[in-house]
């Protein structure tokens, strides 16, 4: 993207991708929010610390062992607190509403699944979360497969819940992704 995705203005208020995250977790009613990121990112630690104390910022010391090691980062947090599960939101995903977040939230509490993710018109996105259940295999996964080996080790532990929010599939990852996101109507 040639600068800090989490540090994109966001439509349609112009806020960071990372303060939507933020605000869309918070509004569908996530008890705790962290935002992991690079030791020396001062500039996400900052606008994470808008935030503060509401969201904490968690350093992940080695990020270029990928996106499941800054998950074991947030999931080592949670583990200290005995909660049942992590809702794990990429940055780059800015366009998710807080009903989805909550809906994802309750079916998770409503549910046996160790694993739940959202899901727009038959294909998987995000949110997903991973339960207690899982977190030591998460601990166990090859780093270089990530999250995902543990989402396919046994579907049927996995529900999808459908939403109907589009947002769940709205990846931003490279410059045509973001000219789309910011052309959407609002």
């Known amino acids: 993207m040639g600068r800090p995705k ?11 991708f990372v303060s939507q995250a933020v605000r ?22 900052n606008e994470v610390g808008q935030h503060a104390p509401a969201v904490r910022y968690l350093e992940n010391p080695t990020p270029e062992l990928g996106q499941l090691s800054s998950l074991l980062v947030g999931v080592s947090y949670a583990e200290s ?28 509490d409503r549910g046996p699944e160790p694993l739940m993710r959202a899901a ?3 294909r998987h996105g995000h949110p997903v979360i ?8 998460l601990h166990a996964a090859d780093l270089s ?13 996995v529900r999808e819940l459908d939403v109907d929010d589009p947002g769940v599939l709205r990846d931003v990852d490279v410059p045509d992704d973001y000219r789309r996101l910011l052309a959407e109507p609002d």
């Open 24 to 45: 869309t977790l918070q509004a569908g009613g996530v008890a705790e929010v962290v935002v992991i990121g690079r030791t020396d990112d001062l500039a996400l630690r």
């Open 145 to 157: 497969v990530g999250a995902r080996a543990v989402l396919r080790r046994d579907p049927a532990r």
């Open 130 to 137: 991973f339960g207690r259940p899982v977190f030591a295999e």
């Open 6 to 16: 989490a540090l994109l203005p966001c439509p349609p208020d112009g806020h960071t």
């Open 81 to 108: 607190f005995g909660v049942d599960g992590v809702m794990v939101l990429p940055v780059d995903i800015p366009s998710v509403s807080p009903a989805t977040v909550q809906a994802l939230r309750e079916a998770f």
């Open 120 to 122: 727009y018109q038959g």
